[in-house]
């Protein structure tokens, strides 16, 4: 995977996690075993979110769409292109979830349902061990990446927001943010 | 040396009336740039506090098309407590009793902040 940003955060981000380009040929050698499953796996994600009583009015009247959303999302990230657009995709995911009004709580247990979801998954699905060893690795990563994106999404829209509504600068947020548990 | 200058302006307004109990030079940001503050005040917090009181001020005389921010005004049952610009980088925060008269709090912390917008200058 070629990183395409200049943002220092993505970048230890990036080379941290360690993700590189045998992450994307992995990606691409399992997209046939994985494709056929992403449904199953967003029917049962989204029967998951049904059943507690603080995901459920979020997702009630809209079930469908959402799922077409969410399955839409984890097919591209089988689709190979991982650069600005990728990155930019991620960031645009956390500013819808700011509109809608949709806590950063559903993107955490989305991301940890399907951690929890794959090793069972690729294991059924993909005879070779290493194979499947190796694309638990990358998307795991992947799935790490996007979180952190979304994530810092979430966190820049909420402060955006905060900041023009008080008139402060960010490094006054960020003292209010840090000087003591009290503020 | 201006350090020094401005924590005299300081200690020359806390001086200045016996219900005056402290004061402090705050950057828009929320950094003390000096205080003369009570003991037990945490001036790391009460500068934050300050900054973000004087900007929400700012944006809520600009909302309800009030003009130019002139001052805020916090007072509580044991006294007030008045932020006003020092320019347009810093905000001059002081702590008064309850018994001050609040004119000559006007006076003794636009004076000191005036003081203290030459020396930052």
């Known amino acids: ?183 | 040396m201006r350090e020094d200058q401005i924590r005299t302006i300081l200690t020359d307004l806390n001086g200045g009336s016996a219900d005056i109990e402290a004061s402090a030079l705050i950057s828009t940001d929320g950094l003390i740039i000096s205080s003369a503050l009570a003991a037990g005040m945490d001036e790391d917090r009460i500068s934050a506090m300050v900054a973000a009181m004087l900007s929400l001020g700012e944006r809520t005389a600009a909302e309800l098309s009030r003009g130019n921010l002139e001052q805020v005004m916090i007072s509580g049952t044991q006294g007030h407590v008045l932020i006003i610009h020092a320019g347009n980088d810093a905000v001059l925060c002081t702590i008064a009793g309850k018994q001050i008269k609040l004119g000559l709090l006007f006076i003794d912390a636009s004076r000191a902040a005036k003081a203290a917008t030459a020396i930052l200058r």
Not at chain 1, 65 to 87: M, P
Not at chain 1, 139 to 160: E, H, M, V
Not at chain 1, 170 to 177: D, G, I, M, N, T
């Open chain 1, 1 to 183: 995977m070629q990183l395409q940003s200049n943002d220092p955060n993505i970048q230890t981000f990036w080379h941290v996690c360690g993700l590189d380009k045998d992450d994307e040929s992995i990606l691409w050698t399992v997209r046939g075993y994985i494709l056929p499953l992403i449904p199953g796996l967003t029917d049962a994600f989204y029967e998951t979110l049904a059943t507690d009583p603080q995901t459920a009015p979020l997702i009630e009247g809209r079930v469908e769409q959402l799922k077409r959303t969410h399955v839409a999302w984890l097919e591209s990230l089988f689709n190979g292109g991982y650069g600005a657009d990728f990155i930019r995709r991620q960031q645009q995911i956390g500013e819808v979830h700011v509109r809608a009004k949709i806590p950063p709580t559903f993107v955490a247990a989305s991301m940890s349902f399907l951690r929890g979801a794959l090793p069972d998954v690729l294991a059924a699905n993909i005879a070779d061990k290493d194979d499947a060893k190796a694309a638990m690795g990358t998307l795991l990563r992947l799935f790490d990446l996007c979180q952190f994106l979304i994530d810092r999404s979430y966190d820049g829209t909420l402060s955006d927001g905060l900041m023009g509504n008080l008139g402060i600068s960010p490094a006054l947020l960020a003292r209010l943010q840090t000087v003591g548990k009290k503020i």
